[in-house]
């Protein structure tokens, strides 16, 4: 059992930058690929970025890469999304997740999830 909660969200101006946090509690985080979520009104919940257990691999959208960088610091049982250069089309509610099978790109693939922070961007 794995408990996330997401921290850091905010209204920011488009160019602006924000990093949200996740913090795990739980059995072995350490070995839980992490990853970022988002969600806006009436779409779908889409992939941002993940990370491997061990924050060799990182893996982003195309819409974010350059952008946004995601780290984790297994010490502090924490991951991190820093997003910079934030855009309209980034305001959502994003979501940490951690999965333990080896896979990242879809939301199925994730066993537990934080309860979301929201992220509003204005023009």
């Known amino acids: 059992q794995v408990q996330l909660v997401e921290s850091g969200g905010g209204l920011v101006q488009a160019g602006g930058s924000l990093r949200l946090s996740c913090a795990a509690s739980?059995?072995?985080?350490?070995?839980?690929?992490m990853g970022w979520f988002r969600q806006a009104p009436g779409k779908e919940r889409d992939f941002v970025a993940a990370?491997?257990?061990?924050?060799?691999?990182?893996y982003y959208a195309d819409s974010v890469k350059g952008r946004f960088t995601i780290s984790r610091d297994n010490a502090k049982n924490t991951v991190y999304l820093q997003m910079n250069s934030l855009k309209p089309e980034d305001t959502a509610v994003y979501y940490c997740?951690?999965?333990?099978?080896?896979?990242?790109?879809?939301?199925?693939?994730?066993?537990?999830w934080g309860q979301g922070t929201q992220v509003i961007v204005s023009s």
């Open positions: 997740a951690a999965e333990y099978g080896g896979a990242y790109y879809y939301p199925y693939e994730y066993d537990y």
């Open positions: 739980g059995r072995a985080f350490i070995r839980y690929t």
């Open positions: 990370i491997s257990w061990s924050g060799g691999n990182t």
